[in-house]
């Protein structure tokens, strides 16, 4: 092992590292001051973006070809740094009100960060693996972390028994690939294709457990059924977290795998991928249409959006357009995050401690008791929809792009249709804050405030100057990208 492979992983060296001396220091902080446990590991995420923003663009192979650092890993880092630093201005004030601050929260969260900084780099399928618990067990704890509430101790069941039914699937595929290959590597799994010495069928059944367990991870029908249930029952500031970090995780492997180990294979993997976006598209947001909750609402919505970013993944099948739709599916996941995280702040904005507040009726009125919350709701809802001139449409626009440029015109009408019915159920949340009275409770927390301020403002600079960040998202290639 060289200086340069520790390099390629400093940015996870530091959050680990950093994390395990909170751990030890957070036993002498006072239990009515683990505000300074969150100031600490703010501090430890910071650190670690510096670093990812110096290393943007060098790319590096290390520890024999299991980490790949390039420009596709470092955007994603970029995405879950930012994410965890958020899901920790969330929480800030959130865990305190709720009457489940503790530490533990502040050290838990940048472990998964770690793991899902450590899935945009792996280039092996062991490694695959080892990131996709890494940052599957914290969530599992988080999502019970308001025990003893029966809603987030089910939450979390529900979330750990089929994680680890999906990371079966995963574990399972990696070994039926390892058996038509005699490889994990993904590299090498390429190289064996392309000499056309894999057994075929083997390789293909692996492929496809493979795909299960991250689709999983990202959501995606029919793999989809724990979204609504963990998402309302965990506490909303984890919900937010999650929604974005673990979905962008997914997708960091699920992109990685597919483009730089199976692209031999992308004639029998597109036509099932192709149905799979469509029918995630279209489920999530008919189921959403039903939804009195926010929070299932929302959920229904993640749903609804891991098909949106999944169409990219078909339209990269065609080696030539690979770098335009994986450049479309980065821009839309950081579109994502911004705005997803806003509109949760939003909700744990009008969030009651009994749980209270949380039907889409509470927001009645919103639009004349705080008018600027109302108005950073409806630029969230707005690009959530896709409407410009929101950083939302700005995704689409470039993942449909991507999609019509494949040839794939019958994907890119279901993902029209679906993006028109969404309108109905986003902007029925805008409707009730402005068209019906009422007089709904809010909090004015500081760090809840920035957070929505700072997600709003971002989501309409960067709709209506999106070029710099998709210029970022151009370059960041995959060094293994065919």
Not at 117 to 145: H, K, N, R, T, W
Not at 159 to 170: M, N
Not at 443 to 462: C, I, M, P, Q, Y
């Amino acid at each position: 092992m060289s200086s340069s492979d520790f390099l390629a992983i400093l940015p996870m060296l530091i959050i680990a590292g950093w994390t395990m001396v909170i751990l030890l220091v957070d036993l002498f902080i006072p239990r009515e001051r683990k505000g300074i446990t969150a100031l600490l590991s703010a501090i430890g995420l910071l650190a670690a973006l510096v670093v990812v923003i110096l290393q943007f663009g060098e790319e590096r192979v290390a520890f024999g070809g299991m980490i790949i650092a390039d420009g596709y890993a470092s955007f994603l880092q970029l995405v879950f740094i930012i994410s965890g630093l958020i899901g920790i201005a969330l929480a800030y004030d959130y865990i305190r009100r709720q009457g489940i601050e503790r530490g533990e929260y502040y050290t838990i969260l940048p472990f998964s960060v770690t793991g899902m900084m450590l899935m945009a780099q792996a280039g092996d399928l062991i490694v695959i693996f080892l990131a996709l618990e890494l940052l599957s067990i914290p969530l599992y704890v988080l999502a019970g972390f308001a025990r003893p509430k029966p809603e987030s101790e089910e939450s979390a069941m529900k979330y750990f028994l089929l994680g680890a039914f999906a990371s079966s699937f995963v574990v399972y595929g990696i070994a039926l690939v390892y058996g038509a290959t005699q490889t994990t590597n993904l590299d090498a799994i390429l190289t064996t294709l392309q000499a056309g010495q894999a057994e075929g069928t083997l390789l293909l059944i692996g492929a496809g457990l493979i795909l299960v367990g991250l689709g999983f991870k990202v959501a995606a029908v029919p793999f989809h059924m724990w979204t609504p249930d963990v998402y309302q029952g965990a506490p909303s500031a984890v919900t937010a977290f999650m929604a974005v970090g673990a979905k962008a995780g997914g997708f960091a492997g699920l992109l990685r795998v597919f483009l730089a180990a199976f692209p031999e294979l992308a004639a029998d993997w597109m036509p099932v991928v192709v149905w799979i976006a469509a029918l995630t598209m279209t489920w999530g947001n008919i189921a959403a249409i039903a939804q009195t909750n926010i929070k299932r609402m929302l959920a229904y919505s993640s749903i609804a959006h891991a098909g949106y970013i999944l169409m990219a993944l078909p339209a990269a099948g065609k080696t030539e357009l690979a770098p335009e739709a994986v450049s479309g599916a980065l821009f839309y996941l950081m579109a994502y995050t911004i705005t997803n995280l806003g509109a949760w702040a939003v909700v744990l904005a009008l969030e009651k401690k009994e749980g209270k507040g949380l039907e889409i009726e509470d927001y009645a009125g919103l639009g004349a008791r705080r008018p600027l919350l109302a108005i950073m709701m409806t630029i969230f809802m707005l690009s959530l929809t896709g409407i410009p001139p929101t950083v939302g449409f700005v995704g689409k626009f470039y993942v449909f792009r991507a999609v019509i440029a494949s040839d794939l015109i019958g994907l890119a009408l279901v993902g029209v249709i679906t993006s028109l019915i969404s309108a109905f159920y986003y902007l029925r949340v805008v409707v009730m804050m402005y068209m019906r009275p009422g007089e709904p409770e809010t909090r004015s927390e500081f760090w809840l405030n920035f957070s929505v301020g700072l997600a709003a403002l971002a989501t309409l600079v960067l709709g209506l100057l999106p070029g710099p960040l998709f210029e970022i998202a151009g370059n960041a290639h995959m060094v293994l990208l065919p």
